[in-house]
T-cell receptor, first 116, second 116 residues
Framework: AQSVAQPEDQVNVAEGNPLTVKCTYS??????LFWYVQYPNRGLQFLLK??????LVKGSYGFEAEFNKSQTSFHLKKPSALVSDSALYFC??????????????FGSGTQLTVLP | KAGVTQTPRYLIKTRGQQVTLSCSPI?????VSWYQQTPGQGLQFLFE???????NKGNFPGRFSGRQFSNSRSEMNVSTLELGDSALYLC???????????????FGNGTRLTVT
């Protein structure tokens, strides 16, 4: 079965500093990986995805993520955090291996707070 | 292009009642997924529809059901409501599903269901 782990419930970072939100996954086949962001009382917004190819993926609002197959990780990063980046971030995986359920499974979420 | 529209935005129901939630996907999207979001359980997958057929189902009791119409609009129904059904119900649409599954999900703002 596929699963996603976001080991940190809360990440605090000062404005202007780099930020990292961690994600590890477990699948039987190859993964499709996604990051989403959720603002209060809103649905999730897509940030970026890894399907294949270059391990460094660039997405919306200056975010990027690095796919590391050996460590089964897909950490979200941004070189310089903004107060407006404060939100709830979700990592998600879809296992495309044979016999898998193929549904998109989400991690538990990480609350990012950027301090002014 | 209009986003995913969910109605109603808020609902208050009593235990034992039933409820129907509606979702209109982005024009051209044929896949619709439903998720339940609660503080304790996070985002839990309910089901996924493509071309009016249920393609995937999560681990929810039979009280939770859904359907998709020929215009890709979807509804989900919860019968015999329980207090634990109180949650934010999110609908998401995408161009494809399952094996193809590289397209990101586009979420609506959700329906907040409160069961008293």
């Amino acid at each position: 079965a596929q699963s996603v782990a976001q080991p940190e419930d809360q990440v605090n970072v000062a404005e202007g500093n780099p930020l990292t939100v961690k994600c590890t996954y477990s699948v039987s086949g190859n993964p499709y990986l996604f990051w989403y962001v959720q603002y209060p009382n809103r649905g999730l917004q897509f940030l970026l995805k890894y399907i294949t190819g270059d391990n460094l993926v660039k997405g919306s609002y200056g975010f990027e993520a690095e796919f590391n197959k050996s460590q089964t990780s897909f950490h979200l990063k941004k070189p310089s955090a903004l107060v407006s980046d404060s939100a709830l971030y979700f990592c998600a995986v879809r296992d495309i291996g044979p016999g898998s359920a193929r549904q998109l499974t989400f991690g538990s979420g990480t609350q990012l707070t950027v301090l002014p | 292009k209009a986003g995913v529209t969910q109605t109603p935005r808020y609902l208050i129901k009593t235990r034992g009642q039933q409820v129907t939630l509606s979702c209109s996907p982005i024009s051209g999207h044929r896949s619709v997924s439903w998720y339940q979001q609660t503080p304790g359980q996070g985002l839990q997958f309910l089901f996924e529809y493509f071309s009016e057929t249920q393609r995937n189902k999560g681990n929810f009791p039979g009280r939770f059901s859904g359907r998709q119409f020929s215009n890709s609009r979807s509804e989900m129904n919860v019968s015999t409501l329980e207090l634990g059904d109180s949650a934010l119900y999110l609908c998401a649409s995408s161009l494809d599903y399952g094996v193809q599954g590289a397209s990101p999900l586009h979420f609506g703002n959700g329906t907040r269901l409160t069961v008293t």
